[in-house]
């Protein structure tokens, strides 16, 4: 078999193939044998049919079956000889005639994965989102936890509140006629699915009162009779009962599982409002690393390759639907929404091919060591055993997937450490007021830090000195460790320290202002 390859255009490939004549004979012969074989004709015994009678009657079926088997073990020895990566579906561009004694030739198109060429990946400029937490969002969420443990009390001091839980006696009557007579019925003053309108009708009545008027009652109300109609209603309110939020104590806080009581409560659900926001912001940290390495780097993407993306990126959609319970089926798809996961999946191909460019030309892999760890984080998160984790993957075969997206996120923190991160609206420091040469010298000293050694580690919520000059973190990872591996920031190593945990919090960083404040002791 020969195999001549041609590049048209940046990622798609003219491949032709042409098998010998002594092949196609072999393969027209088995074909035909194994035809005569099996099939039956009258006035012929059983594979006793000659070959004339077989090509004359099935003939072109024969030689139709024998050029797709040839175009498809063709096609796969061609692709792997020459190693090429197809993306999307193959096409046959040109195929001759298959006849018993001469050579047969065929053409296939082919997009394949681009070769990346990367100008710049390192030192890019990355908005990383500053992730902070206000003390109203503390609040908000320490609410939303006693919200979870209130209960209903009975009300007497006031009228019918929205979201009350009010006891009614209650006719409703359309003109003469009776068509709904509760001698003690349970409304609900928020969306009361029963008699759905009659909710702003009782607010401000008190328990034992009664009030007469016409309500327009909801379209969707459970109660037929009164559904869609204006009618004129009777209510006495028997009762009136309210959720009561509890106020947040330290035997409250120690009864929903915070240690420390009240103040432990909030400072775990600050911490754990920061790791989330902080998350968040690493994550879009790295989606703006994308963009900005995409805009560095331009290159085209085979139309096949965004394909596929696309429509993984709608197999996940739907698959979303089925989680929440739904027919995935019936997710449908405009014009408009299609065209914008088109864009999405262009940019995940090229993220993709970028990030496997860089892991190949910086030898970044994952390790048994890495795999072992993120096995272990998955079965934290899940509450089960590591085995039981383990074992999923493996069952389902899908250990290299796990691999591949593991590696995704090494190269995307491996860049990042390697990027100029930029604070979102932050501004950089202000240079220190230079000394004038007329000043006093002990002036010009009030101006400068003195030189001192860091003692211990920052606190995480310590704020860093008014006189700290910061604009050191402003860089990429490999020049903040310069700079503080050279000493000249050993002064503001205390700060400097807190800044970056409160900050983009890189390992990279922490870890060299770490081991200068070591060294420095």
Do not use: C
């Not at 032709?16 to 006035?43: H, M, N, W, Y």
Request: proline letters at 4%.
């Amino acid at each position: 078999m020969k195999v001549a390859v041609e590049s048209i255009g940046s990622f798609q490939r003219k491949i032709q193939i042409t098998f010998p004549a002594d092949r196609v004979a072999s393969e027209l012969d088995s074909a035909f044998k194994t035809l005569g074989r099996r099939v039956r004709l009258p006035g012929f015994r059983p594979g006793k049919a000659p070959r004339k009678v077989l090509e004359a009657r099935y003939g072109g079926d024969i030689r139709s079956d024998v050029a797709n088997n040839l175009i498809q073990s063709g096609y796969r020895k061609a692709i792997e000889g020459e190693k090429l990566e197809p993306v999307g579906q193959p096409t046959l561009d040109d195929t001759g005639e298959l006849k018993h004694n001469a050579e047969f030739s065929f053409t296939v198109l082919v997009d394949v994965k681009p070769s990346v060429s990367l100008t710049k990946v390192k030192g890019v400029d990355v908005v990383y989102p500053v992730a902070t937490i206000s003390d109203e969002e503390v609040e908000a969420n320490v609410r939303a936890r006693l919200e979870g443990q209130a209960r209903l009390v009975e009300v007497t001091d006031r009228g019918v509140e929205k979201g009350d839980m009010v006891l009614v006696e209650l006719e409703v009557k359309d003109g003469k006629e009776v068509v709904a007579n509760e001698p003690g019925t349970m409304i609900r003053t928020e969306a009361d699915p029963y008699y759905p309108g009659i909710e702003d009708f009782l607010v401000g009545t008190k328990a034992g009162k009664s009030k007469k008027g016409k309500v327009t009652f909801g379209a969707d109300a459970r109660t037929e009779a009164v559904a869609g109609k204006e009618l004129s209603v009777n209510a006495k309110v028997l009762s009136i009962q309210a959720n009561e939020v509890p106020a947040l104590d330290d035997a409250l806080a120690e009864e929903l599982g915070y240690e420390g009581g009240a103040g432990g409560m909030r400072n775990a659900i600050r911490g754990d409002l920061q790791t989330q926001r902080e998350n968040l912001a690493r994550n879009q940290a790295r989606a703006n690393l994308l963009e900005a390495l995409i805009a560095a780097n331009p290159f085209d993407v085979p139309a096949g390759m965004v394909d596929t993306s696309l429509k993984m990126l709608m197999d996940e959609l739907r698959l979303q639907q089925a989680y929440m319970g739904r027919d995935p089926r019936s997710l449908s798809f405009s014009d408009a929404q299609i065209a914008d996961l088109r864009i999405r999946a262009e940019f995940a191909s090229k993220a993709g091919l970028i990030l496997e460019k860089v892991s190949e030309t910086e030898k970044i892999e994952i390790t048994d060591k890495d795999l072992d760890a993120k096995y272990a984080e998955l079965a934290s998160e899940r509450g089960q055993s590591v085995e039981a984790v383990k074992g999923y993957f493996v069952k389902d075969e899908a250990v290299e997937e796990l691999k591949a997206r593991m590696l995704e996120e090494k190269t995307l923190d491996w860049l990042l450490e390697r990027a100029n991160l930029v604070d979102e609206g932050a501004k950089k420091a202000a240079p220190k007021k230079a000394a004038k040469k007329d000043e006093p010298k002990a002036e010009a000293a009030a101006e400068e830090k003195p030189k001192a050694k860091a003692k211990g580690k920052a606190k995480k919520d310590e704020a860093p000195a008014a006189g700290a000059d910061l604009s050191v973190l402003d860089g990429a990872v490999g020049k903040v460790k310069e700079a503080i591996e050279s000493g000249a920031h050993d002064a503001d190593l205390a700060e400097l320290l807190a800044a970056e945990q409160n900050g983009k919090a890189r390992k990279g960083a922490l870890a060299a202002i770490e081991k200068r404040i070591a060294d420095t002791k």
